[in-house]
């Protein structure tokens, strides 16, 4: 129920308790309700994480940001656990280290990280990505859109099996390059009910098997795909992409230094919508809404995602 | 939701939509078509296009005699009940049901669901405002408000959904003919007297035309030059074929605007503009009364320059020099003359990420929702007046010539002209068409893709045939995105509202005609 100042008829807020937890030995008191994750910031306490995002439900998909809680006999997902009082964490206990070493190698030994930003986690924790031998042969062209339930290839034990398959090119807006999905579901959960309510992309096939995709792996403008890129704001990898973003980069010409990001507000409907317009040399080449705008949260329509080139049109 | 496709027309809003939905609220849609937003709704009222005031009148004799109205909330913050009771009065169930071609049950639960939350909104779009009684149907609407209390409260609003990103904004400035600058009277002498000493200018004292009335005064020869900033009449008026023929009969046209327009190649001299919203600084306003600003990402090409340095470099020419004001300093001049506006400062909008007025002073935090005085002890300032209105059914009558209601509309991925939404490749883009139910294309004898006629009172056009099952028999689509290749203004009625102004985009009486004698 929703209290009110009557006088002013603005909502009050019921009064949030507070809960202390201990991170690495210091104490650190938090609002009831918030995560480990929120506790480990406020803290100061770096933690890395790919599956979770500010706007979207946390799905523990990827295990990055586990930390020791006493008591646990399993270490714990930081970005879904809530706090509770008296919560002895350990972020960075040999248990800790070790576990998201190997959740960083075998990630980085399957799946293209070079745009995920785990670099620097990687050499912190000795994550070495080539030791379960070289690559193993790429996927042809949907070929791992046909893999059966079930149905799994014989390891030959001498390289690392990976997602690698040829980049997807099937529309003018964006692109998908599942050789750098990690499987995190963000973009299954911004595409679902956490944003666009859309469904047009979900998990297909089990295991290593197991892919996004759209229904019976159509391309995208045959699939329900409304094209708000809502599915590429929130990928961690930058295995979706803007189609400007994509070919900048295969021309070598993508240059973030020399980005400018201006925050303004969309030129179509009248909901206010923020965008960051990321300009390189006086062209607009992405935009982007930020997380923290109460309008978007971060989210955009097809128009204002992709709806600018019209300011920088050129006559035919 | 009312009159409004907002999952397509305005999704980011729609999310929030989808949030409250996702928390257990309610919807009730009602459009004429069973639109993309209407398959979200727990009920759709599919009603009969220009008949809103009968439903809304139903809907309020419903809440009336159920015993469900708000009689605390009448009694101490409204005035009229009385001769709005009496009004309703004839709209039973039934007879309302006749008319708008909703069964009486739905019109019963939305009644008795609606005076019954605890919270609850009513949504509208142009489904509402683009009709000749615009203002009428409104009022129907801000009366259910009334019945119940659902105004002025946290959760519980009137809420029209404007269609551009500073439709809004335009308003509050004083881009309307009867208004100075934060909805403050031309005609009231105090206020005028307030402009003329800090401009320095004698102002005119009488309001001036709104669009509609400033073509019926070129049509008919009293207004003879116009000066036309980033709008695009000659395709987007209503009857465009007539509007052309007023702009071509003009002594002299002036069009600045950041395309090469219609309308622009029409004109005697035209002014490259900047994007206001990416290549200048300044402000805008959403629907929900926030001023946000908008800042300068990059130059803008060749010869555009933003629309202020335009106007200053005209005000030169006429020998007046205004200076060269930055956008902020011209903002600062407006928060001195606009109270609602005066505690918005550049540094308070970046900070706060946008305003909603009024906001009266540096320590306002902004009006969360409007109306609440509706809601303090005593109210603050007048009643709230109930005002009864009458059915009046679109201009454009059907007819055995006219048998069958064309409706406008927007897609998702393109917006009104298409001066701006054509210069994307969107994948979900078809060729414009004409939108039929299966039912009528079966009995007009036409195949889905298969090109056919369309003829209004006022002109013909030739467009591709698309199925929709969310039509009815007797309901045709179409969008205005297209004007180069179907002109879907040539066929609208320019019949307007006499207060808004607005003309009936959405109520057309046509008839379709096969070109081909076997379907394609």
């Known amino acids: 129920m929703t209290t009110f100042d009557t006088t002013t008829w603005t909502r009050i807020e019921p009064p949030a308790r507070k809960v202390k937890v201990s991170i690495d030995g210091e104490d650190v008191i938090v609002t009831e309700g918030a995560t480990v994750l929120d506790a480990c910031r406020q803290a100061g306490v770096d933690t890395p994480t790919l599956c979770y995002g500010d706007t979207l439900t946390p799905v523990n998909a990827c295990r990055v940001c586990v930390v020791e809680v006493e008591g646990s006999r399993a270490l714990v997902p930081a970005c879904s656990r809530e706090a509770e009082g008296g919560m002895e964490i350990s972020t960075d206990s040999n248990r800790v280290r070790k576990s998201r070493q190997l959740v960083l190698e075998l990630l980085g030994s399957s799946v293209n990280l070079k745009l995920a930003g785990m670099k620097h986690w990687m050499d912190r924790y000795d994550a070495d990505a080539g030791r379960f031998g070289p690559p193993g042969e790429p996927a042809g062209a949907g070929e791992r859109d046909q893999a059966q339930p079930g149905h799994h290839h014989d390891v030959d034990g001498a390289t690392a099996a990976t997602v690698t398959e040829p980049p997807r090119i099937d529309n003018a807006l964006y692109m998908r390059d599942y050789a750098k999905c990690i499987l995190c579901y963000k973009c299954v959960e911004a595409c679902g009910e956490d944003a666009q309510n859309t469904f047009a992309i979900a998990v297909a ?64 409907c009248g909901v206010g919508c923020n965008l960051e317009l990321h300009v390189q040399d006086n062209k607009v080449v992405k935009a982007t809404s930020p997380e923290d705008h109460s309008v978007t949260s971060g989210h955009l329509c097809i128009k204002g995602r992709f709806g600018w080139e019209h300011i920088q049109s050129v006559d035919d | 939701m009312w009159g409004s496709n907002a999952r397509n027309a305005h999704p980011i809003f729609f999310h929030h939509v989808l949030k409250g939905l996702r928390n257990g609220a309610r919807m009730f849609t009602v459009d004429p078509r069973r639109s993309e937003t209407a398959q979200w709704a727990d009920v759709w009222l599919g009603i009969d296009v220009g008949t809103d005031i009968p439903l809304a009148n139903a809907i309020g004799r419903e809440i009336i005699h159920a015993g469900l109205t708000n009689d605390e909330f009448i009694e101490r913050a409204t005035i009229g009940f009385e001769d709005y009771q009496t009004s309703v009065e004839p709209w039973t169930l039934d007879v309302a049901s006749d008319v708008t071609g909703v069964p009486a049950e739905a019109i019963r639960q939305l009644a008795h669901e609606y005076a019954r939350a605890p919270t609850a909104q009513l949504c509208w779009t142009l489904g509402i405002t683009e009709h000749h009684n615009a203002t009428d149907n409104v009022l129907s609407l801000i009366n259910l408000s009334l019945l119940t209390g659902h105004v002025g409260r946290y959760g519980s609003g009137l809420v029209p959904v404007r269609g551009q990103n500073n439709v809004q904004g335009g ?110 600084d300044g402000t805008v306003t959403s629907s929900e009364r926030r001023v946000q600003l908008v800042r300068k990402a990059l130059d803008p090409p060749g010869e555009a320059r933003d629309d ?95 048998p069958i209601r064309l409706t406008t509309g927007r897609r998702l991925d393109s917006y009104n002209t298409g001066v701006q939404s054509i210069g994307y490749t969107s994948p979900i883009r078809d060729e414009e068409t004409i939108d039929l139910s299966p039912e009528d294309g079966e009995m007009l004898g036409v195949g889905e893709g298969e090109l056919v006629r369309i003829v209004s009172r006022r002109g013909v056009i030739e467009a591709p045939v698309r199925f929709d099952r969310g039509l009815r028999a007797g309901l045709a689509f179409m969008t205005p995105h297209f004007p180069d290749e179907v002109d879907t203004n040539q066929l609208t009625a320019d019949a307007w509202d006499p207060k808004s102004g607005t003309a009936e985009f959405k109520a057309t009486a046509i008839r379709i005609e096969r070109i081909s004698e076997t379907v394609s």
């Open chain 1, 205 to 268: 096939g089990r295991g290593f098997e197991a892919r996004i995709s759209t229904e019976f792996a159509v391309e995208l403008p045959d699939s329900a795909c409304v094209f708000c890129g809502n599915c590429i704001g929130v990928c961690p990898t930058g295995a979706l992409m803007p189609m400007t973003e994509w070919t900048m980069r295969q021309a070598g010409t993508w240059n973030e230094e020399e980005q400018t990001i201006t925050r303004t507000v969309c030129s179509f």
């Open chain 2, 171 to 280: 308003g509050d400035m004083g881009a309307l003919p009867n208004k100075y600058p934060g909805f403050q009277d031309v005609e009231n002498d105090e206020i005028r007297l307030k402009f003329e000493t800090s401009w320095g200018s004698p102002l005119p004292a009488q309001n001036g035309w709104h669009l509609s009335q400033m073509f019926e005064a070129m049509d008919k020869g009293q207004m003879r030059s116009l000066y036309v900033i980033g709008e695009n009449p000659a395709q987007s008026e209503a009857d465009v074929s007539h509007a052309i023929d007023v702009l071509n009969r003009l002594d002299f046209m002036v069009v600045q605007d950041i395309f090469m327009t219609k309308t622009a190649e029409l004109a005697d001299v035209v002014f490259p503009a900047a994007a206001g919203w990416a290549e200048t």
């Open chain 2, 308 to 402: 202020s340095d335009i106007i200053l470099d005209l005000a030169r020419a006429m020998g007046h020099d205004w200076g060269n004001p930055t956008a902020e300093q011209v903002w600062d001049e407006l928060r001195s003359l606009s109270p609602m506006h005066a505690g918005m400062s550049y540094k308070r909008l970046d900070e706060l990420g946008g305003i909603q007025w009024p906001c009266p002073d540096e320590n306002h935090p902004g009006e969360l929702f409007l109306h609440s005085r509706l809601w303090s002890d005593p109210i603050g300032g007048p009643p709230a007046p109930f005002t009864p209105v009458e059915h009046s059914p679109p201009l454009d009558e059907l007819s055995e010539d006219y």
